[in-house]
C-alpha cells in the first residue's frame, strides 16, 4: 500500500466519523477517555469545543499530551479500520481562533449545523476552541490480518 492510499484512508476515516476519542491523563497519573464532536484539517490537526472545566480539559491544561482515536464503532468484530494519532493539545491560541474555527465551522455546516461565531468561544462564553496538533499517526486497517497499526506519513511543512 503507498504512502498515498494511506493517507486517503486516514482522511476518510477523519471525515466519517463525527466523533474523535481523547485520551488524557491528569496531574495525577490518572488516565481519562472522552468522546467529544470534532472537526480537523489534513491529518495532524484537530479542533473541538469543550468547557474548561471538564475532565479532558482540566486534564489537558495539566499534560497536554495526548492520543486520539477515530473508529465506526458499527462494523463487526474484527471488520473495523481507526485512525489513531499522538500529539499536543491546548486551548486554541488567540491569534489562530479565526482561522481554527473556519475548520470548526466548515464541518458543522458540512454535518448541517449552524456556523459558530468567536463570541460562542471567547470572553463570557462557557465553551473554548480546542487544538490537537498530532506528530504521529496510524491506522488499522480492514485488512482481515492481525490488529497491526501502520504508520502514516505525515507531511511536514
Not at 7 to 21: D, G, H, K, N
Not at 73 to 82: I, K, L, Y
Request: charged share 25%; proline share 7%.
Amino acid at each position: 500500500m503507498t504512502t498515498d492510499d494511506l493517507t486517503e484512508i486516514a482522511a476518510r476515516l477523519l471525515s466519517s466519523s463525527p466523533y474523535v476519542v481523547l485520551a488524557t491523563v491528569d496531574q495525577t497519573g490518572s488516565p481519562w477517555a472522552s468522546p467529544v464532536w470534532f472537526a480537523h484539517r489534513g491529518l495532524d490537526t484537530l479542533v473541538w469545543v469543550s468547557r474548561p472545566e471538564a475532565r479532558h480539559s482540566q486534564a489537558i491544561a495539566a499534560e497536554p499530551r495526548l492520543a486520539v482515536t477515530v473508529f465506526d464503532s458499527t462494523v463487526a468484530p474484527g471488520r473495523g479500520s481507526a485512525f489513531y494519532g499522538r500529539g499536543r493539545a491546548g486551548l486554541c491560541p488567540g491569534e489562530r481562533i479565526d482561522d481554527l474555527l473556519a475548520v470548526f465551522n466548515a464541518e458543522s455546516e458540512r454535518q448541517g449545523e449552524s456556523p459558530w461565531g468567536r463570541e460562542r468561544v471567547t470572553g463570557d462564553a462557557q465553551l473554548r476552541l480546542y487544538v490537537a496538533e498530532l506528530d504521529e499517526v496510524s491506522l488499522l486497517l480492514d485488512d482481515g490480518g492481525p490488529d497491526v497499526r501502520v504508520p502514516v506519513d505525515l507531511p511536514r511543512a
